[in-house]
């Protein structure tokens, strides 16, 4: 008897942890944030999913560029990022590259999650009330590495406002 009631309370024990389990939608990831020149992009935030090497250096002239005749020091620090990501990353991995643009250099970000519908949650991370806040628009590429296992029909970008400690 004592048996039987121990293995009832491990498997309802293991049923309730993979049900908590199941219920954690989020997919793991890594993100880096770039700040890049104002390109006056239309409908923000932009999510844009990049399955190969050439897409990446395409997006980087398109986008990260702009319209600069010349890279300035913002797209030559996202061109060190593009730079780190070899063809053969993309044998297993993608990237999603969410462009916002913020009225304030101040305001940063942090990717908080990503669930399994494609939904990247982001944080905005506010300056506190009595900070020093700038006035100059500022354009940032979220990069978002993922792996070829996970790959929505599209993604979705909700910002959530929230103030910096």
Known sequence: MKKTLLFCIIVLT???LSACQNRNNHIEFDYQVLRTSEHKADNLPIATIISSRYELEQYYINVCRGTHHSPDEFAALCFQAIEKNPDEF???NYLVIVLLEERSGS???EVKSIDKRGRITINRLLPS???MVTQDM???HIVIE???GFHPEQFNVILKD???A
């Open 129 to 131: 009330r009595g900070s």
């Open 107 to 109: 305001i940063r970000h």
């Open 146 to 148: 993922l792996g070829n």
């Open 138 to 140: 500022a354009e940032w």
């Open 162 to 164: 929230k103030t910096a």
């Open 14 to 16: 293991l049923f309730a």
């Open 90 to 92: 993309f044998e297993n």
